[in-house]
């Protein structure tokens, strides 16, 4: 984490920002949670955990921020609410989403890269891969694919 802070507050500096103490309670939030994926309110509840006296609208000021200098992605993942991330270099990955419970894994393949897209003139720039399924834990409720299978028929 503390190579990982030198570069953030580089990066900030160099574009004429501060690692402020709330950016720093951010990214320390994100960069402790198991898929580094985090909604703006469960990271607003750590944050004051931390920080008491930090309003949300402070929070969501600096993850926008964040997310502009690039140390941040921000995502849907098929949800109402967004979700943030840090981005550092070897984090190219894509998401898959249970359908029944909502957890959210990332997955470090990316099928993107053996498509031949220059060959069509094309370059791309970015993209994002969302597979929607059921965790191991929800398949253990028989009755889900059964259910889903019954929704597609309609």
Same mark, same amino acid.
Do not use: W
């Given at each position: 984490m503390e190579s990982q802070r030198t570069a953030i507050e580089d990066q900030l500096r160099r574009r004429g920002y501060k $690692? &402020? =103490?709330? #950016? +720093?309670? @951010?990214?320390? *939030?994100?960069? /402790?949670?198991? +898929?580094? $994926?985090? &909604?703006?309110?469960?990271?607003? +509840? =750590?944050?004051?955990?931390?920080?008491?006296?930090?309003?949300? /609208?402070?929070?969501?000021r600096n993850l926008d921020l964040l997310v502009q200098e690039g140390i941040l992605r921000k995502t849907s993942l098929g949800h109402e609410a967004s979700y943030y991330e840090l981005v550092t270099n070897d984090t190219h990955h894509?998401?898959?989403?249970?359908?029944?419970?909502? =957890?959210? #894994?990332?997955?470090?393949?990316?099928? @993107? =890269?053996?498509?031949?897209?220059?060959?069509?003139?094309?370059?791309? *720039?970015?993209?994002?891969? +969302?597979i929607y399924g059921f965790c191991k834990e929800c398949l253990g409720n028989a009755n889900i694919l059964d259910d889903e299978r019954g929704r597609d028929r309609e």
């Amino acid at each position: 984490m503390e190579s990982q802070r030198t570069a953030i507050e580089d990066q900030l500096r160099r574009r004429g920002y501060k $690692l &402020t =103490k709330q #950016r +720093e309670a @951010i990214i320390k *939030v994100l960069d /402790s949670l198991e +898929e580094n $994926l985090a &909604t703006a309110q469960h990271i607003f +509840e =750590k944050v004051t955990e931390t920080n008491p006296g930090t309003n949300f /609208s402070t929070v969501y000021r600096n993850l926008d921020l964040l997310v502009q200098e690039g140390i941040l992605r921000k995502t849907s993942l098929g949800h109402e609410a967004s979700y943030y991330e840090l981005v550092t270099n070897d984090t190219h990955h894509h998401h898959m989403i249970c359908k029944e419970c909502g =957890k959210i #894994r990332c997955i470090d393949y990316c099928p @993107i =890269k053996d498509i031949p897209l220059q060959e069509d003139g094309f370059v791309p *720039v970015d993209h994002r891969l +969302e597979i929607y399924g059921f965790c191991k834990e929800c398949l253990g409720n028989a009755n889900i694919l059964d259910d889903e299978r019954g929704r597609d028929r309609e």
